[in-house]
């Protein structure tokens, strides 16, 4: 308790505002981000009842648009706020976040604990260390064993190379008729995240210059998206639809390349049918690869910084909630000393049996640490939007990129 007085004393609060009313700490996230927070708030307010925590939970899209929304007017700020990765550069960038390396965060100290990869998404070199990780999405190759057994392959056979991924999909076509991947977007999505360099984006280079008409990443993509389509190996289903989902459930679609988090899904939710039919690969052609993750940040106009910073420690540094939140909601911690210990080791029922969390713990430390950019979300819209045009108009595959470049550029530089 003196080291929480000594906090809030440089904060400009002193020991006697404990005693006063409650104060509501505000923290607002998203499904199942939510419900994780829920979860600490109980056992964190046994050490804290001088703080009362109000989540404030929205469906995905609607939680990071009222987040725009308050950054860009400075009101009705949480005083936390669950952020996606994918909206970390935009949220960055607004400068309307706290720097939690600065002043009397101190958060400096506890980076080397995180995921290296995890904790360069939340810095910026204008804005500082504007968020911490929570958990992660390694990427990982989730196959119907069943359906790849019907063909007589192996998962060597499924993972050696791009191509012999594709060979195998042909395979199961044929013997079984499933599709081997729901769109052929999906190997687009993977392949675009593979070989980045250190300090860069998926779309940006590490100056904010979009790559998408220049390096080689795209071209691969687009080129394999396209040999998906003309082999008749996707099944045109985009991701998160109904139909998508049934196809999990009908076992219509072999393969789905996304980050580990999707195992939880399918388990509790998507197939839960399914179960002891699916397991776990690392992604193909030994590509390492990020899907998604969630972080922590303090809006500037946050009302209650240093109990926010204290809750925020907990929720992403105390290795007991770390590990409840992976036992309960599936979300991989991005703190390295919860990845540790028998439970990491424990059989699958879902996935077989297989021990897939040391697969996933083993992949999130070998991807390279790059950056998110505030208009990474504008990129994949528009590489998305020519990448159609090539699968279902024809468009040759340089000149989509480079047009996708040329629009990336424009919105870029409004």
């Known amino acids: 308790m003196k080291k929480l007085f000594a906090f809030l004393a440089g904060f400009g609060l002193s020991a006697l ?7 509501e700490l505000t923290v607002a996230a998203f499904p199942a981000v939510d419900e994780i927070v829920k979860l600490a708030a109980a056992q964190w307010q046994r050490t804290h009842p001088d703080v009362h925590i109000k989540v404030v939970g929205r469906a995905y899209a609607d939680h990071h648009t009222a987040m725009t929304t308050a950054l860009a007017t400075s009101s009705h700020a949480p005083d936390i706020m669950a952020i996606e990765y994918g909206y970390l550069g935009r949220f960055a960038q607004s400068g309307g976040l706290e720097d939690l390396g600065a ?20 810095s910026y070199e204008d804005f500082g260390q ?43 076509k044929k013997k079984t008729g499933a599709s081997l991947m729901a769109h052929a977007r999906d190997i687009k999505d993977i392949v675009i995240r593979t070989g ?18 220049k390096d080689e990443r795209f071209v691969r993509a687009f080129e394999l998206a396209k040999t998906v389509r003309a082999k008749g190996l996707d099944a045109k289903i985009n991701a998160w639809s109904n139909e998508w989902g049934e196809a999990f459930k009908r076992g219509t679609v072999s393969t789905q390349m996304m980050g580990a988090w999707l195992g939880g899904h399918l388990a509790n939710w998507l197939a839960p049918e399914t179960k002891g039919k699916w397991r776990s690969a690392v992604l193909p052609n030994g590509a390492a690869a990020s899907w ?31 590990k409840l939140a992976l036992e309960k909601f599936n979300a991989f911690p991005a703190l390295v000393s919860a990845q540790q210990g028998p439970e990491f080791s424990a059989p699958i029922a879902f996935l077989g049996g297989q021990t897939a969390l040391i697969q996933w713990r083993d992949s999130a430390m070998k991807i390279v640490p790059t950056k998110v950019f505030k208009y990474d979300a504008v990129a994949e819209e528009i590489v998305n939007a020519e990448l159609d045009q090539v699968l279902n108009r024809g468009k040759d595959v340089k ?8 629009q990336i550029a424009r919105r870029a530089s409004r």
């Open 399 to 406: 000149k989509a990129l480079a047009d996708a470049d040329r």
């Open 292 to 322: 998604g993750g969630t972080f922590y940040a303090i809006p500037k106009r946050a009302e209650h910084k240093a109990q926010a910073w204290a809750f925020m420690q907990y929720l992403t540094q105390d290795i007991a909630q770390q």
């Open 196 to 213: 980045l360099q250190s300090g860069s984006g998926v779309y940006f280079d590490a100056k904010g210059k979009s790559v998408v008409g």
């Open 130 to 172: 504007v968020a911490l990780p929570t958990d992660i999405g390694p990427g990982a190759l989730f196959y119907r064993k069943d359906l790849l057994d019907a063909c007589g392959a192996s998962e060597a056979d499924l993972i050696k190379s791009w191509d012999s991924y594709l060979n195998v999909g042909e395979c199961i």
């Open 17 to 23: 505002a404990l005693a006063g009313p409650k104060i």
């Open 103 to 122: 002043g009397s965060f101190g958060a400096k100290s506890a980076l080397n604990k995180f995921v290296p990869y995890a904790v360069a998404q939340g």
